[in-house]
Structure formats: C-alpha cells, structure tokens
C-alpha cells in the first residue's frame, strides 16, 4: 500500500508548521492529484487529514482544516461524502460557541460551516446544511445570553475590584 504511504507523508507535510503558519504547497497539490488519480485513497486521506485536525498544536490544525477545504473544493462529491459522513460533525463542535476550542479554529471552523452549506443543496449532503442551521442556533443561543448577563444588575462591576 504504497500509495497510502506516500499520501499519509503528503499530508504531514501540507499540514506541517514550520513556524511560517504554512504547511507545503506542493503536497496540497500532490494530495489533490492523487485523489483524483486514485479515488480509492479519500477515505485514507479524509482519515488522516481528520488526524491532523485533532492535533494539539492550533498551527498544525489550521493547516488541515485548509487543506480539508481544498480537498472539498476539488475532488468532488465521494470526498464531500466522506467528509460529511466522518468530519463534519467534529468541524462541528469546534465551530460550536463556548466549547473550549482554541479561538482560531473556532472561527475558522463556523466559517468552514458556513462555506460548506452550499453542498447542503445536494440531497446526498444535506448534513452539511442541516450542520450550518445548528451553528447558527448554538451562536444566537449564546448571543441571548450575553446580552441576558449585560442586563443582569451588577453585571457591568463584575471583574471590576478597584480599591
């Protein structure tokens, strides 16, 4: 398996920080010809791109979200399949507000949700659309709620101290 080798490689090296906040160009490009040479290799890419999204360092899963929404953009409805089907829910819960994700990839993810709604429109990615609805609810929710503790008497002393 050779193959699957070569694109794991690829895809550490696309989504390696080298301080720069840029992973390999060439490598993205690799990733994206070898999946549409050999489509059997997206649910192995999908797999260790989503890997590299769990990574500790907010560097290292910046770049693989990119990479993700490259790979998304161009090779088609079997990898928007499988993305649905194995990352988006996890996209998911770092958009979600107040879950303790790092604030980059917080946004990064809702506006990853928010870009991807357009595949919703295909019946076979309809997650995708209903994942940018839940977003939207999850953000208004927590918008009522500050203003809700804006409101609350006290509220502007809170964290106030003087003395």
């Known amino acids: 398996m050779a193959d ?4 794991k490689a690829a895809v550490f090296r696309a989504t390696n920080d080298a301080g720069d906040g840029e992973g ?3 490598a993205m ?6 999946l549409r040479e050999h489509p059997n290799l997206i649910v192995e890419a999908v797999k260790n791109i989503k890997a590299r999204i769990k990574d500790k360092s907010p560097a290292v899963s910046l770049l ?3 990479l ?3 790979c998304m953009q161009s090779n088609g409805l079997q990898l ?3 993305v649905q089907k194995k990352v988006l829910p ?4 770092f958009a979600l507000p107040n879950k303790g994700t790092h604030q980059l990839i917080n946004l990064k ?8 709604v357009e595949y919703g429109s295909d019946g076979r990615l309809s997650e995708f659309a209903n994942a940018s609805k839940e977003l939207a609810r999850a953000e208004e929710k927590e918008k009522l709620k500050q203003q809700a503790a804006l409101q609350r008497p006290g509220a502007a002393a809170v964290g106030g101290g003087g003395g």
């Open 24 to 26: 390999d160009p060439a």
């Open 109 to 116: 993810c809702a506006n990853l949700i928010r870009s991807w």
């Open 29 to 34: 490009i690799e990733i994206s010809e070898k």
């Open 64 to 66: 693989a979200l990119d």
């Open 90 to 93: 996890r996209i998911l819960k």
């Open 80 to 82: 928007q399949m499988q």
């Open 4 to 7: 699957a080798a070569k694109l």
């Open 68 to 70: 993700l929404d490259q």
